[in-house]
C-alpha cells in the first residue's frame, strides 16, 4: 500500500558545545538544590532504616563476633619471587617482586600477594587505606587475589624489562 510513496528521510545531529549554558546544563547543577539532612542522632533514633533493621537482626557490625574464623588458604608464593601480572594490554607485561602474602584489611576474604613493579605503572607505594603492607616507591606496587585470579599472577624467572612509558604515551595519544 505504502510502495507508491517515495519517502526520504533526514537526520540531524546536534552537538552541544558548551552545555553549561544550555537547559540540559541546568538540570545538572544542584548547588542550588535544597538537600534534606539528618543528624546522626536523628537517624539513630528512628525505627525505619537500616541501621535499625541491622541492629535488631545482628547484623554487620551488631552480630557478634565469630569464634569459627575460617583460616586462610595456604599459598606457596615465596617473597621475593620474580613474577609478572597479566595485562589487559597486550603487548605490557607488569613485572615486579613479590613483597607481601597474606590476608589484607582493605579485603577480609582470600589472600593477597602485594607487587613491587620495575616501573611506575600502578597505584600505590605498598599501602591500602592507611595500613602498610610492604615498602616501595610510589606508583610502583599493586595487590592481585592470589588463589581468585590465578592467571593473572605467574610465578617465575621474568627478567626486568626497560619499558619505554615515554613511547607508550606518545603512541596512545595519537590513537585517540
Known sequence: ?????????????????????????????????????????????RTDTVLTYKARNKMG?????????????????????????????????KRGMVRFVGPTKFNTTGVWVGVEYDEPIDRNDGSVQGERYFTCLPNYGVFVRSLQCPDRLKIGDFPVEDIDLEEMLIASTQWN
Open 61 to 93: 557490625r551488631f552480630a557478634p563476633p565469630s569464634d569459627s574464623a575460617v583460616p586462610a588458604p595456604k599459598v606457596d608464593i615465596p617473597i621475593g619471587a620474580r613474577c609478572e601480572v597479566e595485562s589487559e594490554e597486550e603487548s605490557l607485561h
Open 1 to 45: 500500500m505504502f510502495s507508491r510513496f517515495n519517502f526520504t528521510c533526514h537526520c540531524i545531529q546536534v552537538t552541544d558545545i558548551n552545555p553549561s549554558t544550555s537547559f540540559t546544563g541546568q538540570l545538572s547543577d544542584v548547588s542550588q538544590v535544597e538537600k534534606f539532612e539528618l543528624s546522626n542522632d536523628a537517624y539513630a533514633k
